[in-house]
């Protein structure tokens, strides 16, 4: 399975943006897909995830009620909606997979070393 983000850029902030993953060579249904971030001279961050069967997700209290995470099987893509943004969002954004994980465990998809398959990353620049 490769994944491709697109949709970042540079935003005021307070504004929004919707960031894609994209999917190809294989089928996302079974992927608990999550995303991850990682700003400038910091370590990666963990956003949120949905899981495989799109029932749950769960959120960084960084960005809970602001960011939402969706996805859409049938066109293998999953989306990241970011809300009220703020400068300290600004980072590189990536999605990444993984095979059929734990439904209910958020502290599970937290680690990053968990994933099977990861994007390139898109930037996403929040400005003053």
């Known amino acids: 399975v490769q994944l491709v983000e697109s949709g970042g850029g540079v935003v005021q902030a307070g504004g929004s943006l919707r960031l894609s993953c994209a999917a190809s060579?294989?089928?996302?249904?079974?992927?608990?897909v999550g995303w991850f971030r990682q700003a400038p001279g910091k370590d990666r961050e963990f956003v949120g995830v949905?899981?495989?069967?799109?029932?749950?997700?769960y959120y960084a209290d960084s960005v809970k009620g602001r960011f939402t995470i969706s996805r859409d099987n049938a066109k293998k893509m999953v989306y990241l909606q970011m809300n009220s943004l703020k400068t300290e969002d600004t980072a590189v954004y990536c999605c990444?997979?993984?095979?059929?994980?734990?439904?209910?465990?958020?502290?599970?998809?937290?680690?990053?070393?968990?994933?099977?398959?990861w994007g390139q990353g898109t930037l996403v620049t929040v400005s003053s």
């Open positions: 060579g294989g089928t996302l249904r079974d992927y608990s």
């Open positions: 990444a997979a993984d095979f059929k994980g734990p439904l209910s465990s958020s502290d599970y998809y937290r680690k990053s070393v968990i994933y099977d398959y």
């Open positions: 949905v899981t495989w069967n799109a029932d749950n997700t």
